[in-house]
């Protein structure tokens, strides 16, 4: 069962933020078939590329990192990215479980 | 989202105090949504969509809308009656399932520290325990003594507060001469049947730690058919 109360990583992300560093929140907003993660799981990207916690089991972590930097750099305030078996990038980053996901990134500021 | 919202909901969980994160995916707005508080304006509208999925404690996108909603709840709280062995491997698997847990047993050398460290132990007959913890529907119960001076108040006051799960560990025979007690007691034959006993689904096991299992695993079953 989640624990949301447990999970510290909206704490991390202010600590980030305290430290002047800019922070891109990803979260898991829909699953289609088998996903390693539930919804509602979360990692933080700063501007360099360094992020903690996660929405796959390693799978579109790197993706994930990319799109967020990228939102950084474009001063966007928020986008909505899926993976699929069937995307282009399947061979690259696609979930090897067969899984799909929804993630949605948003700036904090 | 904003740094000032990021602050409230970092205060809210310091206070342990349930709520919602609802963002519009569309346009990026979001909010915080409390019980029983008015909503921003701005997502007025779903409000009845939101409030059940705060009650089925769901997360996820409400269908139709580009509304994605995240509940911060509270875990559920396990009453374990009983300070016996099982107890001790139940207490395992409860933890690492992020179960809220505390042991009530009056009989002060079972409920020792030593035993279950970093645990709540109230070593008081179930009256004077359930006065100092907070119980509802959201609240399970595992009575594991089989002796119904200490069993049979526990199971009263769990009934009386509709927790969603109660089992009582004993055999088929202790189990329905449990059930005549609480009849005569006065609980409808529904009551009585919501109880799971003899407890735990069948995996076969006798040993302490497979007994604990199969309650563990009828709890965590249970849980998902809230």
């Given at each position: 069962?989640?624990?949301s ?19 891109v ?11 390693p993660?539930q919804?509602g ?13 996660s929405?796959?089991?390693g799978?579109?972590e ?9 939102i ?8 909505k ?12 980053v ?8 929804a993630?949605y ?5 | 989202?904003?740094?000032q ?23 990026g707005?979001?909010?915080i949504y ?10 007025e ?9 705060f ?41 690492s ?15 020792t ?19 100092e913890?907070?119980t ?19 199971l009263?006051?769990a ?39 003899p ?13 604990a ?11 998902y058919?809230?």
């Amino acid at each position: 069962m989640k624990n949301s109360f447990d999970e510290k990583i909206l704490e991390e992300a202010n600590d980030w933020i305290k430290a002047n560093q800019k922070v891109v929140l990803a979260t898991v907003i829909q699953t289609w078939g088998s996903s390693p993660r539930q919804v509602g799981s979360r990692m933080i990207v700063n501007e360099k590329g360094d992020f903690s916690g996660s929405v796959s089991g390693g799978c579109v972590e790197s993706a994930v990192v990319r799109e967020c930097i990228g939102i950084i750099k474009d001063n966007k305030p928020f986008k909505k990215i899926e993976f699929k078996v069937s995307n282009e990038s399947a061979w690259e980053v696609g979930l090897a479980c067969g899984g799909e996901i929804a993630v949605y990134l948003e700036q904090i500021n | 989202m904003k740094k000032q919202l990021l602050d409230q909901i970092i205060k809210n969980k310091e206070n342990k105090s349930e709520f919602a994160i609802i963002t519009n995916i569309s346009n990026g707005e979001s909010c915080i949504y409390e019980k029983n508080k008015p909503i921003d304006k701005n997502f007025e509208k779903y409000l009845e969509q939101i409030k059940n999925y705060f009650e089925k404690k769901k997360n996820g996108v409400i269908e139709n809308t580009d509304i994605f909603v995240e509940t911060y709840i509270r875990p559920i709280k396990v009453i374990i009656v009983g300070a016996v062995h099982i107890a001790q491997y139940l207490v395992d698997y409860a933890k690492s399932l992020n179960f809220e847990i505390c042991i009530i047993d009056p009989r002060g050398y079972f409920a020792t520290e030593q035993r279950f460290p970093d645990l709540k132990i109230i070593n008081k007959w179930p009256e004077e325990a359930f006065k100092e913890i907070e119980t509802n529907e959201n609240s399970a119960l595992i009575a594991l003594t089989h002796d119904p001076k200490i069993d049979d108040p526990a199971l009263q006051h769990a009934l009386k507060n509709k927790f969603y799960y109660i089992g009582a560990l004993g055999s088929k025979n202790t189990h329905e001469n449990r059930c005549q007690r609480l009849k005569d007691a006065g609980f409808s034959e529904t009551e009585i049947n919501s109880i799971h006993g003899p407890i735990g689904i069948k995996l076969g096991g006798k040993s302490a730690p497979e007994i604990a299992l199969s309650i563990i695993a009828q709890l965590v079953a249970e849980t998902y058919k809230k």
